[in-house]
Every structure is written in C-alpha cells, then in structure tokens.
T-cell receptor, first 114, second 116 residues
Framework: AQSVTQLGSHVSVSEGALVLLRCNYS??????LFWYVQYPNQGLQLLLKYTTGATLVKGINGFEAEFKKSETSFHLTKPSAHMSDAAEYFCAVSRGSTLGRLYFGRGTQLTVWP | EAGVAQSPRYKIIEKRQSVAFWCNPISGHATLYWYQQILGQGPKLLIQ????????DSQLPKDRFSAERLKGVDSTLKIQPAKLEDSAVYLC??????????????FGEGSWLTVV
C-alpha cells in the first residue's frame, strides 16, 4: 500500500531563508514521487518528480528534492524563499511504473514573511 | 498546449440537490482522473478512466456519485443527492502513459462545490 506523511501542516520562513518541507512515504513497490504546489483558488501544479535515476531532482522555481530510499523520504528544499513561494505544497506517491492513482499527503502551507 | 479544462469553477447548492461537473482533458490523453479535495486535506482519487473504461472507482460513493466518459474524451461527474460533506474541490486530471511525460498527471483548476 502507498501512503504519504507530510510533517508540519504549516511552515513559516523569512524571505531569503531556506525552505524545507518534509515528506515521508511508504510503498510496497519502488515508488514514483511528486511534489505539487497549489496557489489560492487554483489547481495543482507539478513542481518536480522522481521516477528513476538521479536521486536529486530539480524542479521549477528553484525547488529541488532528494529521494532517500533508506530514509523513505523525499524532502523539498529551496535555498532562498521568495514571497511568491507562499502556497500549499503536496507530496504524492504512485505505484511506480504502473502510474495510476496518486496518494497525497495532507499538505503543508508555506508562509513567507518579508 | 491547452491544459485540463473544468467547469463550472464554482457552485453553491442546497443539500439533496444535484450537481454536475464537466472536464475536458489535455488533447490526446487517454487517462482521466477525478479527485476530491476536502478543505485541509490532500486530494483523494474518486475514479480513473482509461479511454472510456473505468480502471479504478473503489473510492467513489456510488450511492450518490456517478461519472462517465463517453467517447473517451471529456467526462462528467455527477452528485445526486448532495450532502453537506460533499463540499470540496473536485479536481480533474489527465495523463498519457507511454509518452515522455506519461508519468506526469496534469490537473485542472478545479470545481469548487459548497453544499448548504
């Protein structure tokens, strides 16, 4: 079975500070892992994904995430937060190559202070 | 390339009324999904279509929810009768397995339902 745990429903950082959003997963098969961002009153936009290969994945808007199999983690980071990064972030897992349903975490609301 | 289109964007109905949401996936995408996102939670899959066939509807409350994808292109999700707990965002998404972007699911902007 697949599941995702996002640690911290709310994260606040100052503009220019490091952003770290935590995601741990469980999967019975090698997973595909995703981070999506949701701005107010909008749908989900893909930030980045891990399928196979390089475990450090770079996405849009300066975000990156590292797949750590031993820790079953896929944490999202950005070196320097910008006001425009304020949004809700969702980590999701699917059953590897049989892409179908995504299992989402509960989301982390990121607030960026000036 | 046009994204996933959904309508209406917002709907307010009274409990026990019915509502329908429409989705047009990205052109050529064979797989279509409907997700339900309740406030404060992550999206949950309701139903997945492959062309015009249902792949997974295990989480669809079939006593009140129905969905169809006639002709394997656009899709309609219906709720009848609605309950207060159906207040949520209904997200349509699509993907095309077997392509370079096949392991990515693209989402529409959602249809926001409030049941009063």
């Amino acid at each position: 079975a697949q599941s995702v745990t996002q640690l911290g429903s709310h994260v606040s950082v100052s503009e220019g500070a490091l952003v770290l959003l935590r995601c741990n997963y469980s999967s019975s098969v090698p997973p595909y892992l995703f981070w999506y961002v949701q701005y107010p009153n909008q749908g989900l936009q893909l930030l980045l994904k891990y399928t196979t290969g390089a475990t450090l994945v770079k996405g849009i808007n300066g975000f990156e995430a590292e797949f750590k199999k031993s820790e079953t983690s896929f944490h999202l980071t950005k070196p320097s937060a910008h006001m425009s990064d304020a949004a809700e972030y969702f980590c999701a897992v699917s059953r590897g190559s049989t892409l179908g349903r995504l299992y989402f975490g509960r989301g982390t609301q990121l607030t960026v202070w000036p | 390339e046009a994204g996933v289109a959904q309508s209406p964007r917002y709907k307010i109905i009274e409990k026990r009324q019915s509502v329908a949401f429409w989705c047009n996936p990205i052109s050529g995408h064979a797989t279509l999904y409907w997700y339900q996102q309740i406030l404060g939670q992550g999206p949950k899959l309701l139903i997945q279509f492959q062309n015009n066939g249902v792949v997974d509807d295990s989480q669809l409350p079939k006593d009140r929810f129905s969905a169809e994808r006639l002709k394997g292109v656009d899709s309609t999700l219906k709720i009848q009768p609605a309950k207060l707990e159906d207040s949520a965002v209904y997200l349509c998404a699509s993907s095309q397995p077997g392509t370079a972007s096949g392991n990515t699911i693209y989402f529409g902007e959602g249809s926001w339902l409030t049941v009063v």
